[in-house]
């Protein structure tokens, strides 16, 4: 836990001559001089809430105060291996009791819900770590990144290949020009965005003793509960919830590439045109990017495509052999001086094998994604993958998913303006208006 070292008093009388004061303090209370342990609240502990919890907790710094989900189930099963914590259902009550008892949170719960949670662990001066996307909507990513460098604390979000040594090793070589200035990419997963139905199915079912499904259905639009339609684990294919496959893996499979070269910021996006369904995401699709190129690519623009639900580049992007082929996860990264195929979760090789035989891979030493965030919080390091970083994976994702529901347009955007200049009906979907009694400040 963190030992106070400077009252809020004693903070405010001294800041007392100055022009403003920040809009977000950070728990004063519990800043300063850090002792061993971090005391830690996880929301959402079923599912990747499970690992999640367990991961930061195996950081052998941290003391898992508080537990909070809307599901008893996950619940019980968190409290039986942490029965010190104590238990929440909601949230808001939960950031409303201890905010002054913890010093950190982590979001892993539906995409819908990542926002407005985050962001009030923010306003209480929490460290965050929250899952990818970090946000369903691009003006809450913009809003997260400013309120986290106002609040000064530290943010991670949960791409925790970030950290694993093959990504690191990739986006390391591509930044020494392994494979020359870099013309082009494919990214693909096989992973769908289908939800198992179509259409929002009629009627109600009753809801389960041991589920909150107004606390569940959070921020977004109220609908009736049906069972195995939308929780645990479907939500992901549906709008109002999720954003399907895409949401799920771009942040993963695009951040090597961001990270080696550089890449910031989305000019264009296009879906290939197909069929679009009113609620849910599409069970594949491809899109088209253009980002803003970097002193590491070959033009001032770069393209990039993006493949999922089984599609994919033909194995002539990369000058394999006859007896080898693309993963079925990853990325086929086009050099000037030739390609390096980056599988998902697995270290980087370059084309041609004959050219690139005995290159040297860079040595590299073990970091863990989790720990260095809990490193990071008690003033140990740096979390390489913060609201800084995330907010252009996320928004490439976010951008994606409006361009899925614009199916065949292209979409030319404007980051400083935060805007789509040539269609302006594809700026509704930057900002939702949140359910009525779920209001978030800043959101």
Same mark, same amino acid.
């Given at each position: 836990? #963190?030992?106070q ?5 004693l903070?405010l ?6 022009v403003? @004061?920040?809009?977000f ?5 519990r ?6 342990k971090?005391?830690h609240g996880?929301?959402?502990v079923?599912?990747?809430g499970?690992?999640d919890?367990n991961?930061?907790?195996?950081? $052998?710094?941290?003391e ?8 008893a189930n996950? /619940?019980k ?9 104590r238990?929440?259902r909601?949230?808001?009550?939960m ?7 913890i010093?950190?949170? %982590? ?12 962001m009030t662990g923010?306003?209480?001066?929490k460290?965050?770590?929250c ?8 003006y809450?990513?913009?809003?997260l990144?400013?309120?986290a ?6 943010t991670?979000m949960?791409i925790?290949?970030h950290?694993h040594?093959a990504?690191? &090793?990739a986006?390391q &070589?591509?930044?020494?020009?392994a ?6 990419w494919?990214?693909? #997963?096989?992973?769908e965005?289908?939800p ?9 079912d009753?809801?389960?003793d041991?589920?909150?499904?107004d606390n ?7 609908r009736?509960?049906k ?5 645990p684990?479907r939500w992901?294919g549906?709008?109002?919830? *999720?954003?399907g496959?895409l949401?799920?893996?771009l ?10 070269l550089?890449?910031?910021e989305?000019?264009?996006?296009q879906?290939?045109?197909?069929k ?9 699709s ?6 803003? $190129?970097?002193?590491?690519?070959a *033009?001032?623009? @770069? ?6 639900? $089984?599609?994919m580049?033909?194995?002539?992007v990369?000058? &394999?052999p006859?007896?080898r082929?693309?993963p ?9 001086? $030739? =390609?390096?195929?980056l599988?998902h979760?697995?270290?980087?090789q ?6 690139f035989?005995?290159?040297p891979?860079?040595?590299?030493? =073990? =970091? ?5 965030? #809990? ?6 390091g ?9 907010v252009p994976?996320?928004e490439?994702?976010?951008l994606?998913?409006?361009? @899925?529901? /614009?199916?065949?347009k292209?979409l ?9 200049? %040539?269609?302006?009906k594809?700026?509704q ?5 949140y359910?009525? *009694?779920?209001? #978030?400040?800043?959101?």
């Amino acid at each position: 836990m #963190v030992k106070q070292t400077i009252t809020r008093r004693l903070f405010l009388k001294k800041a007392a001559g100055a022009v403003a @004061i920040p809009l977000f303090l950070p728990s004063l209370s519990r800043a300063g001089e850090v002792s061993k342990k971090l005391a830690h609240g996880s929301i959402g502990v079923g599912g990747m809430g499970w690992n999640d919890l367990n991961s930061i907790y195996n950081s $052998g710094k941290v003391e898992i105060a508080v537990l909070c989900d809307v599901d008893a189930n996950n /619940l019980k099963k968190a409290a039986e291996k942490f029965p010190q914590a104590r238990q929440y259902r909601d949230w808001r009550e939960m950031l409303e009791k201890e905010g002054d008892k913890i010093d950190s949170i %982590n979001v892993t719960v539906p995409d819908h819900m990542h926002a407005p949670i985050a962001m009030t662990g923010l306003h209480k001066g929490k460290h965050v770590y929250c899952q990818k996307p970090l946000t369903h909507e691009v003006y809450e990513a913009r809003q997260l990144r400013s309120a986290a460098q106002q609040a000064g604390v530290v943010t991670q979000m949960g791409i925790q290949i970030h950290a694993h040594i093959a990504y690191r &090793m990739a986006a390391q &070589m591509l930044g020494e020009g392994a494979i020359g200035k870099v013309k082009e990419w494919h990214s693909w #997963v096989g992973a769908e965005g289908w939800p198992g139905v179509l259409e929002r199915p009629a009627g109600a079912d009753p809801v389960p003793d041991y589920l909150n499904w107004d606390n569940w259905v959070g921020v977004a639009p109220f609908r009736p509960y049906k069972e195995k339609i939308y929780h645990p684990f479907r939500w992901r294919g549906w709008k109002d919830f *999720g954003c399907g496959a895409l949401g799920d893996f771009l942040c993963h499979i695009f951040d090597p590439i961001f990270m080696g070269l550089g890449i910031k910021e989305v000019l264009s996006v296009q879906a290939e045109k197909q069929k679009v369904y009113a609620e849910t995401w599409p069970q594949s699709s491809i899109l088209h990017y253009e980002f803003r $190129g970097t002193k590491l690519t070959a *033009g001032k623009t @770069i393209k990039a495509t993006w493949y999922d639900g $089984g599609k994919m580049p033909g194995r002539e992007v990369a000058p &394999m052999p006859a007896d080898r082929n693309l993963p079925k996860n990853g990325s086929a990264i086009i050099g000037e001086e $030739g =390609v390096m195929v980056l599988p998902h979760w697995a270290g980087p090789q370059l084309y041609p094998l004959e050219k690139f035989k005995g290159y040297p891979r860079p040595k590299l030493e =073990v =970091v863990d994604h989790y720990h260095q965030w #809990v490193g990071a919080c008690l003033g140990e390091g740096k979390a390489s993958a913060n609201f800084d970083y995330a907010v252009p994976l996320t928004e490439a994702a976010l951008l994606g998913t409006i361009a @899925i529901r /614009l199916s065949g347009k292209k979409l030319e955007w404007d980051a400083k303006k935060m805007q789509f200049v %040539n269609t302006p009906k594809a700026n509704q979907y930057l900002r939702r208006k949140y359910r009525r *009694g779920w209001e #978030v400040e800043r959101l």
